[in-house]
């Protein structure tokens, strides 16, 4: 249920990349200099950012490291 | 010539640290030490070389020269899609590099796919085509070491020395301190680049007259209003860069660099840290990038602005080579160097300066990771390890450090192209449409030899076709692309001012998605690895 919720979260902010609502204005700039469509881009920056935190705390794959710390260097090569 | 003294005394710092971690490893010729600091970076220097290492050139020149021309699109295009796909793939995939490496003492991707697989020629037909597609990521830095110092000395150094005085301290450091060396000028490199880009915007600004009035000027011109939206841009083409940032994992140097950590916990705060530091560096690059449109003051840049307009309005009457002469004289790759030579003061134009060369000289680890990968993949693969001791590997390293910058540099002082276009069209696109090895590797036990190597021949020859038909095909002056090939109402193959485009979107659209194709059918058509091999990938992981 968790990793299903945290999947559709990202499939979702991969789709607000694509924000066709700010194509084609610049305005309302923000602090009078930025435009709108960069100041949403900084946001989705922010918002993968918060993403990765939920990722990092909900879905770690700790027993990769166990698996690792297990049986290291079992040199197969 | 203050700012370039000051650059050089940066320079000369980098190259200490270099020998400086060279002193600390005297003593442990071993491979591991020297092509992975032996496993053991923490957290802080992890997250700030890994990012540095994916900052180059192309980051701080590159965008600011791209927002130039193409207005704040550059930030959605790159930036906010990296912000999501790069940390997404090293929670996914560098997390799986990691644990793999430690537990089978793999160095390079070469050795896992070998080992997944059960191949050995296959994993170098891998390694020739990631080989080739590196070297001109290499090249990127050697020619923005050229161009900053170029810029910052007022052009007394010219592009040549320039090139030639970066590519000789990063040779230097990365000859002597290997990936322990790399990545504290890495580190060191990054904090001074994230600090640079704050100082950087309130340095212009101010000269400037603050921004409000620069933008409000760029909007009231029908010229440059639509640099401030993305009218300019096609959907589909905004849509095709969200594969771009694919490359990251693929690239050698990034997956060599998983592989450094000390602790799996370490990828945590780089994960979560990345998009923030991505946004820290290309916010300031590309708005400053777009403002330098209003500083038509600037020689050089009202020059630049010139050479569009003539493009622009007599694109369509000129020659194909009078089309490109304009096109690299409109090219604003050093519009950000320009804009500090102006409104900045000597001396904090040469800090300045010192952290933007910090950013080109990234080409480090490419150079670290190309000769990891030979001495492992081929020199070590087929022999040369069983016959000579393991400090000659270490050797046989240093000597393809050396051999290869001397080659990237000569290639530098050739390649006519922008900086963004090089990298965009070559290394991130060929790179991107990799990615499905490592993600099938990792994630599907069904993958097989044979479907991998389907995956990276069509890459290549993809690859080898987009460059061959941008070479026969001349760009089109800028406007609607000249359309080669259609079929039932479809634009199937065109030629745009840019580069190319298939049904409307980047090529790296239809190579990833055929690239997967291929490792999928190929691979449910040919016999898997052995139940053996399987299990020891996937029992834990699945």
Redo the contacts between chains.
């Keep these: 249920m968790k990793r299903g919720l945290l999947t559709l979260a990202?499939a979702a902010?991969?789709v607000l990349?694509?924000?066709?609502w700010?194509?084609?204005?610049?305005?309302p700039?923000v602090f009078?200099?930025?435009?709108i469509?960069?100041v949403y881009?900084?946001g989705?920056?922010?918002a993968?950012?918060g993403?990765?935190?939920l990722?990092?705390t909900h879905a770690?794959?700790a027993?990769?490291?166990?698996?690792?710390?297990r049986?290291?260097?079992?040199?197969?090569? | 010539m203050i700012p370039a003294a000051i650059v050089c005394f940066y320079l000369a710092i980098v190259l200490y640290i270099g020998v400086f971690a060279f002193r600390r490893a005297r003593g442990k010729e071993q491979a591991e030490d020297y092509f992975l600091a032996n496993r053991s970076l923490g957290p802080f220097v992890f997250l700030m070389s890994l990012f540095g290492t994916n900052m180059t050139a192309f980051a701080i020149l590159g965008s600011s020269g791209h927002a130039f021309s193409n207005g704040i699109v550059t930030y959605g295009l790159m930036a906010s899609s990296s912000s999501l796909v790069i940390p997404l793939t090293l929670f996914l995939v560098g997390t799986r590099l990691w644990a793999l490496g430690k537990k089978h003492g793999f160095m390079t991707p070469v050795q896992m796919f070998r080992d997944r697989w059960e191949c050995s020629h296959i994993g170098t037909v891998i390694f020739a085509v990631q080989a080739t597609l590196l070297v001109p990521y290499i090249i990127i830095g050697v020619m923005g070491g050229g161009t900053t110092l170029a810029a910052v000395s007022g052009g007394r150094v010219p592009f040549w020395l320039g090139g030639a005085i970066v590519a000789l301290v990063v040779m230097s450091y990365v000859f002597f301190g290997g990936m322990r060396g790399t990545a504290w000028v890495n580190t060191f490199q990054t904090v001074l680049f994230l600090c640079f880009g704050a100082v950087a915007v309130a340095v212009i600004a101010a000269g400037m007259g603050g921004f409000r009035s620069a933008a409000a000027a760029l909007l009231a011109s029908p010229a440059t209003a639509p640099l401030l939206s993305r009218e300019r841009v096609l959907p589909y083409y905004f849509l095709s860069y969200t594969f771009i940032p694919l490359s990251s994992i693929a690239f050698p140097h990034i997956a060599i660099f998983c592989l450094t950590a000390r602790h799996m916990a370490q990828f945590k705060k780089t994960v979560i840290f990345y998009p923030l530091c991505i946004m820290a560096i290309w916010l300031p690059c590309v708005f400053l990038g777009v403002m330098a449109n209003r500083a038509d003051e600037v020689p050089g840049i009202q020059q630049k602005l010139e050479a569009r307009r003539t493009l622009t309005t007599q694109g369509a009457t000129l020659t194909p080579a009078q089309r490109l002469e304009l096109r690299e004289q409109s090219a604003g790759d050093d519009v950000l160097l320009l804009l500090l030579e102006r409104y900045a003061p000597t001396w904090l134009a040469g800090l300045l300066g010192a952290g933007i060369m910090a950013a080109v000289m990234a080409s480090d680890s490419q150079i670290l990771a190309l000769s990891t990968m030979f001495t492992e993949d081929v020199f070590a693969h087929y022999g040369g390890k069983l016959r000579f001791a393991e400090a000659v590997q270490v050797h046989t390293g240093r000597l393809f450090v050396v051999l290869l910058t001397v080659f990237a540099y000569l290639m530098a002082l050739q390649a006519p192209e922008s900086i963004f276009e090089l990298a965009i069209q070559y290394a991130f696109t060929g790179f991107a449409a990799l990615s499905p090895l490592l993600i099938a590797a990792l994630f599907w036990r069904g993958s097989t030899k044979w479907g991998a190597l389907a995956a990276t021949l069509w890459v290549a020859a993809a690859v080898a076709a987009v460059a061959v038909f941008q070479q026969l095909v001349p760009a089109p002056p800028p406007g609607p692309p000249r359309v080669v090939y259609a079929a039932g109402g479809l634009e199937l193959l065109a030629r745009t001012a840019g580069g190319t485009s298939a049904l409307g979107f980047m090529p790296v659209v239809p190579m990833t998605l055929i690239s997967a194709l291929l490792m999928f059918v190929v691979s449910r058509l040919t016999p898997k690895p052995s139940p053996t091999t399987i299990a020891r990938y996937f029992s834990a992981n699945a």
Aim: charge should be positive.
């Design positions: 990202v902010l991969y990349h694509q924000d066709i700010f194509w084609r204005t610049a305005r700039l009078g200099f930025l435009p469509g960069l881009h900084v989705f920056s922010v993968a950012a993403l990765m935190w990722l990092v770690w794959p027993r990769l490291e166990h698996d690792a710390d049986d290291p260097k079992s040199r197969a090569r």
